[in-house]
């Protein structure tokens, strides 16, 4: 059972907007920085946001991440049939000395 | 480019022990990193098994730190999972990975494709 919580769907139509949050506690999000992940179907999960809000090379910039306290956020602005796709949060979480995911998100374009 | 390919038997028996490879090209293990393993049972998410460094630190999941040891061969370039004693509920898809720098335990950015471990008699 994890203990960041994401909502497990969200969808939108193309060129639209879709925001997922991730919520955690002081021992994860709360002391450490927030990660996110977006796995395709079929495919291994990539690394798409780190540090709460940087973006590996080559990640295009409509994808951004946020931090506030325990809880995080990714957006995805301009939304395409390409961000179909399963997306989790992830941090550290000092009381399990653990690295711990998100529920996961199934992000659905309309 | 680091490329990580993940080998080893896609069917384990219950209370038996899974053994998986993960060879690394492009890079060598001893020269600094942590490594990791995640696993993702079918149509669920993703669950961090743990973290080593080659000289020795290692982290493992609370959850499974009892049954799994991690080890690196930096002879053959190559480290390994062991996870013994499963059950039906370590049928996953199991993945080696390396973080995105130097100086992290996790946060993963260098993937293997996966591996699909089925525990069945």
């Known amino acids: 059972q994890s203990v960041l919580t994401q909502p497990p769907s969200a969808s939108g139509t193309p060129g639209q907007w879709v925001t997922i949050s991730c919520s955690g506690s002081n021992s994860n999000i709360g002391s450490h920085t927030v990660n996110w992940y977006q796995q395709l179907p079929g495919t291994a999960p990539k690394l798409l946001i780190y540090n709460n809000s940087q973006r590996p090379s080559g990640v295009p910039d409509r994808f951004s991440g946020s931090k506030s306290g325990t809880s995080a956020s990714l957006a995805i602005s301009g939304l395409q049939s390409e961000d179909e796709a399963d997306y989790y949060c992830a941090a550290w979480d000092d009381s399990l000395n653990a690295y711990v995911f998100g529920t996961g998100t199934e992000v659905t374009v309309l | 480019q680091v490329q990580l390919q993940e080998s080893g038997p896609g069917l384990v028996k219950p209370s038996e022990t899974l053994s998986l490879t993960c060879a690394v090209s492009?890079?060598?293990?001893?020269?600094?990193?942590?490594w990791g393993w995640i696993r993702q049972p079918p149509g669920k998410g993703l669950e961090w098994i743990g973290s080593f460094y080659h000289l020795g630190n290692t982290y493992y999941n609370p959850s499974l730190k009892s049954r799994v040891t991690m080890s690196v061969d930096t002879s053959k370039n190559q480290f390994s999972l062991k996870l013994n004693s499963v059950t039906a509920a370590d049928t996953a898809v199991y993945y080696c990975?390396?973080?995105?720098?130097?100086?992290?335990?996790?946060?993963?950015?260098?993937w293997g494709q996966g591996t699909l471990v089925t525990v069945s008699s």
């Open positions: 492009g890079y060598s293990i001893s020269s600094g990193f942590y």
């Open positions: 990975a390396r973080p995105y720098t130097s100086a992290d335990k996790a946060r993963f950015d260098i």
